[in-house]
């Protein structure tokens, strides 16, 4: 089973497309949003969830397989929850950009809903011509998968905060 999975693609395509499998394997949604030294994690039940208030940042989202509530599970990263969970990370835009999602099983020892959602994520973009794979030199790049709509006149990058050098498909 993957534990990390990279996708050239929008936060907001990627739960647009993959709605229907998170909904059918009985996943949860959280994103994690930082405005000033305030950090909220909201549980996103429709697209709108997504768009960001004045003065709000996007930090990072999860899939889980249980609920997470704060009262009862601490942190999503506590060593009893984070079997549960995948952090997923990147996926921001701009009209010319374009920044890596990046998806990490957090726990070495993830529940068996965490791995059937991501074994069936993977297989899906293996076999969907939506999808290609392979943006560069290295292992690590040639594993990335990248949504071959949304890249279209774009400048790719693997991190936004890290521009060194754009990344370009094989």
Same mark, same amino acid.
């Given at each position: 089973? #993957?534990?990390?999975?990279?996708?050239?693609?929008? *936060?907001?395509?990627?739960?647009?497309?993959?709605? =229907?499998?998170?909904n059918?394997? #009985?996943?949860?949604?959280?994103?994690?949003?930082? #405005?000033?030294? +305030?950090? $909220? *994690?909201?549980?996103?039940? +429709?697209?709108?969830?997504?768009? *960001?208030?004045?003065? @709000? +940042?996007? &930090?990072?989202? &999860?899939? $889980?397989?249980?609920?997470?509530?704060?009262?009862?599970?601490?942190?999503? /990263?506590?060593?009893?929850?984070?079997?549960? #969970?995948? @952090?997923?990370?990147?996926? +921001? =835009?701009?009209?010319?950009?374009?920044?890596?999602?990046?998806?990490?099983?957090?726990s070495?020892?993830?529940?068996?809903?965490i791995?059937? /959602?991501?074994?069936? *994520?993977?297989?899906?973009?293996?076999?969907?011509?939506n999808?290609?794979?392979?943006?560069?030199?290295?292992?690590?790049?040639?594993?990335?998968? &990248?949504?071959? =709509?949304?890249?279209?006149?774009?400048?790719?990058?693997?991190?936004?905060?890290?521009?060194?050098?754009?990344?370009?498909?094989?």
């Amino acid at each position: 089973m #993957a534990s990390l999975i990279n996708i050239i693609i929008r *936060l907001e395509t990627f739960f647009d497309e993959f709605n =229907s499998l998170i909904n059918k394997s #009985a996943m949860h949604v959280y994103i994690k949003t930082r #405005a000033g030294q +305030r950090v $909220t *994690l909201k549980k996103v039940n +429709r697209r709108e969830d997504f768009l *960001l208030k004045a003065g @709000e +940042r996007y &930090y990072s989202a &999860y899939i $889980t397989s249980v609920e997470f509530l704060k009262e009862r599970d601490g942190d999503i /990263f506590d060593e009893e929850f984070c079997v549960h #969970a995948i @952090e997923l990370r990147g996926g +921001r =835009s701009t009209p010319d950009e374009l920044e890596n999602l990046s998806l990490r099983v957090i726990s070495k020892t993830p529940d068996k809903n965490i791995k059937s /959602f991501v074994n069936k *994520l993977q297989q899906h973009l293996k076999k969907s011509g939506n999808y290609g794979v392979g943006v560069g030199d290295g292992w690590l790049y040639s594993r990335t998968f &990248y949504n071959r =709509s949304e890249i279209a006149g774009k400048t790719l990058w693997f991190d936004f905060d890290r521009k060194f050098r754009p990344l370009q498909i094989d």
